[in-house]
């Protein structure tokens, strides 16, 4: 069984950086990893996944700002979050799920297991 549990979350300023992790447990080494995000009320929003060979897929939203990687000896994701903006206040969660079609798609219902999530705030 794959648990996942996210750290790393806290307050910021508006254009500082904050970096999150996602320890695994159990064999993740074949599965899609990603991040999700948040805002209560809302659907959550795919930011980033990546495969196993440690190809990275970043949301629009964040592209050029969030940068995915994964230790597979770590058995560990991390979500490196530079230049924070008040907008990306959310509870972030990561997530697991076997790739479909050789893709790890950033869409919820693609990933099986889920970690309870970290919160980050981004203050003005």
């Known amino acids: 069984r794959v648990q996942l549990v996210e750290s790393g979350g806290g307050s910021v300023q508006a254009g500082g950086s904050m970096r999150l992790s996602c320890a695994a447990s159990?064999?993740?080494?074949?599965?899609?990893l990603g991040w999700f995000r948040q805002v209560p009320g809302k659907e959550r929003e795919g930011v980033a996944s990546?495969?196993?060979?440690?190809?990275?897929y970043i949301a629009d939203s964040v592209k050029g700002r969030f940068t995915i990687s994964r230790d597979n000896a770590k058995n560990t994701m991390y979500l490196e979050m530079n230049n924070l903006k008040p907008e990306d206040t959310r509870m972030y969660f990561c997530a697991a799920g076997p790739p479909v079609q050789g893709q790890c798609p950033l869409r919820q219902p693609f990933y099986g297991f889920w970690g309870q999530g970290t919160q980050v705030i981004v203050s003005s």
């Open positions: 990546i495969d196993r060979r440690g190809n990275g």
């Open positions: 159990g064999d993740t080494y074949y599965y899609c």
